[in-house]
């Protein structure tokens, strides 16, 4: 049998139990094995791990782990810029994209409201899940250990937290989000497509008095049908944004 040590740093701790927090784990195995199978064997998927460090020197997933050697294991940092030679992955490129497991209904709302390119369906099955991931570039956002240990799965991210808002505040936080213009409602909350201003004078059948009186600029989804204005649910959303960056996520 073989023996490494493991140090995970910050939130990777919150894939172990409270009693391996912010300590040296002894990890044993047997015969050849990668760093990245040992990682995974704890219970953190791959796509949480931004840098691993052996004895202070970086190495990437196939590295085979050396008995008697201390890995460092790191999540991602927006402070820690990472040279090619020390990066697991290829960066993701351009404005994220997204696809959510059947569990995160809810941020998928939300995400596609703040203007963000994100599929989701309840039906959907992991397979379809890594499939679309793969193919269109998208990050997946899932509470699902197992979909994230995927060989085939490149980017995604681990949501830890029960509520809605905080896990729209971990991918915020994650993905930096902010800097993205969050304000601009372009895409339908229920369906992912595009939204195109409508004259009011078109869709004025449709809509209830106090709305018809008070608003004037619509919009509608080209794919759905549904009929957008900035009334008090797009007032609330906007406000939800300075509490979510008041939020202690970790
Ligand atoms: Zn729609």
């Not at 790191?74 to 497991?101: A, C, S, W």
């Not at 203007?115 to 570039?137: H, M, P, S």
């Not at 909350?189 to 809509?207: H, M, T, W």
Request: with cysteine; hydrophobic share 35%.
């Amino acid at each position: 049998m073989k023996k490494i040590k493991f140090r995970f740093y910050s939130r990777l701790n919150l894939f172990l139990d409270k009693s391996s927090h912010k300590k040296e784990l002894i990890h044993s195995f047997f015969g050849r094995q990668s760093i990245k199978d040992r990682i995974e064997t704890i219970g953190i998927p791959h796509t949480e791990v931004h840098l691993i460090l052996e004895n202070g020197t970086p190495v990437d997933f196939k590295h085979q782990a050396r008995a008697g050697t201390l890995y460092s294991v790191y999540p991602f940092f927006h402070n820690l810029d990472l040279t090619e030679d020390m990066q697991l992955r290829v960066p993701y490129k351009g404005k994220p994209k997204f696809i959510l497991d059947t569990h995160l209904g809810k941020l998928a709302r939300y995400l596609r409201f703040y203007n963000f390119d994100t599929v989701y369906q309840n039906k959907y099955k992991d397979k379809k899940i890594v499939d679309t991931a793969v193919e269109d570039n998208r990050i997946i956002l899932t509470r699902d250990h197992g979909l994230l240990k995927r060989k085939r799965v490149v980017y995604g991210f681990f949501i830890h937290h029960d509520d809605p808002i905080y896990q729209l505040a971990s991918v915020i936080d994650r993905y930096n989000l902010f800097s993205y213009d969050l304000k601009t409602n372009s895409r339908c909350p229920l369906c992912n497509k595009s939204l195109q201003k409508v004259p009011k004078q078109k869709i004025v059948d449709r809509l209830e008095p106090l709305t018809k009186k008070h608003y004037h600029d619509f919009q509608i989804c080209v794919n759905c049908d549904k009929i957008y204005w900035k009334g008090s649910h797009y007032q609330k959303n906007q406000k939800l944004l300075e509490k979510v960056k008041c939020l202690k996520i970790y």
